[in-house]
């Protein structure tokens, strides 16, 4: 079995409207709530968006360095996908297995919206090596998941793993849309895609998702209600088909 955990971290600010109107000790406090759901949960791989390096508007410490210490950690790794003056941030992953092959993408300029982009890790599930990605889309334009898709499929391909895609997708099921087109590309399921499980409560919608490989199955599927985000964490267990 394989416990996998998807949160937007949203910088620090859990459902708050900014970070940068926060105080250090507010994001501290935010990120401890986090650690403490981690250490709670104790999933076995956490994938994380919206994680901020040292950063001026969120208190100038690396959050995913930060939550593996809080929550008992001791490998994790953070991938920069967008950088300013005084401000870094992207995807991390965070396991308590090795992780080994690990990669960091940042997908192509999508002005006037800010750049994503995905980190990858490969973990042993019996024997079999899988590739857990944490990965953010777009959320303003359809076209700009969909480049992004393309991206993460030649990717997956070019590693030539079973795989674990894990974030905010910025999409549901809808056909012809990010979600399902990136499941189809590479053959993967996800638990009752069609169901409502709203990940993002205040438009009452499902973006954040979890997708397997044919080669595994998902036992479990839970949606947290704990709110330490303007997302909600979704967890899931799996194992070998």
């Known amino acids: 079995m394989l416990t996998v955990l998807s949160l937007n971290l949203a910088h620090g600010r859990s459902d708050s409207f900014h970070q940068a109107f926060l105080p250090t000790a507010a994001i501290n406090g935010n990120l401890g709530d986090v650690g403490d759901l981690l250490q709670r949960i104790g999933a076995d791989v956490v ?3 919206e994680a901020d390096g040292p950063s001026v508007w969120s208190g100038r410490f690396d959050h995913v360095a930060h939550l593996a210490t809080h929550a008992g950690y001791d490998w994790h790794v953070r991938g920069v996908h967008a950088r300013f003056p005084g401000i870094v941030y992207g995807t991390g992953l965070l396991s308590r297995r090795d992780m080994t092959d690990t990669h960091s993408l940042a997908f192509r300029m999508t002005p006037p919206t800010i750049r994503k982009g995905l980190v990858v890790g490969t973990v042993d599930l019996h024997g079999l090596a899988v590739d857990v990605y944490s990965v953010h889309l777009d ?6 998941r969909m480049a992004q898709v393309r991206r993460i499929v ?3 391909q070019q590693r030539g793993r079973p795989v674990i895609i ?3 997708l910025n999409a549901d099921w809808s056909p012809g849309g990010a979600t399902r087109t990136l499941a189809q ?3 993967l399921h996800t638990w009752r895609p069609t169901q409502e499980f709203p990940t993002f409560p205040s438009m009452g919608v499902r973006i954040d998702w979890v997708l397997v490989s044919r080669s595994l199955e998902i036992v479990e599927h839970r949606v947290l209600p704990d709110r330490v985000s303007d997302h909600r964490a979704v967890l899931v267990t799996v194992k070998l088909a």
Do not use: H, M, N, Y
């Open 154 to 156: 030649e990717l997956a």
């Open 139 to 144: 959320f303003a334009r359809r076209g700009a």
């Open 47 to 49: 994938a994380v968006q």
């Open 185 to 187: 590309a590479l053959d």
């Open 166 to 168: 894990a974030g905010d």
